[in-house]
């Protein structure tokens, strides 16, 4: 539905005027990915942050949304999410499963690399393994429950 000129209604296809456009990813999604970033930058160097990782991190907050339309398939970019709970905290898609899957094995590589720093290749040898292994196991767990629409 067209306002003014150039001007179109937030929440409506541009193409169609149907109300059904329906968000790739939710903030929720790239507050997690954004902390993982800047988690697994620190896993792997030993520094916490640098600005190059802080500002790509930053950058994953501030890209455009992508929306889709249900009944004629168009695609439109906007700006900031959708301010609805799908928006902000949807968990809808196999990777925001995979992201909230994955926070207790984040959560307690973060507590033994702060607690037991001076690990030395114990930490070089046991961080990439532990990391495939658990997105391995998440991965198959949400494809899973994707196939027998458990979820």
Known sequence: MKLLEGVYKVDTCPACNANTL???????????????LVLFHWFFTGEFGGFFIIALAL???VLPYKQQCNPCNQTSIRITPKWDRSGLFGMDTGLSKLL????????????????FPNTGLGRVLYLPAVLFINIMI????VFITKVLYIL
């Open 138 to 141: 998440t991965t198959s767990c």
């Open 22 to 36: 329906k968000q790739s990813s939710s903030l929720l999604n790239r507050v997690i990915f954004s902390c993982y």
């Open 59 to 61: 950058l994953l907050l």
């Open 100 to 115: 909230v899957g994955m926070l207790p094995s984040v959560l307690v590589m973060s507590s033994l690399i702060y607690f």
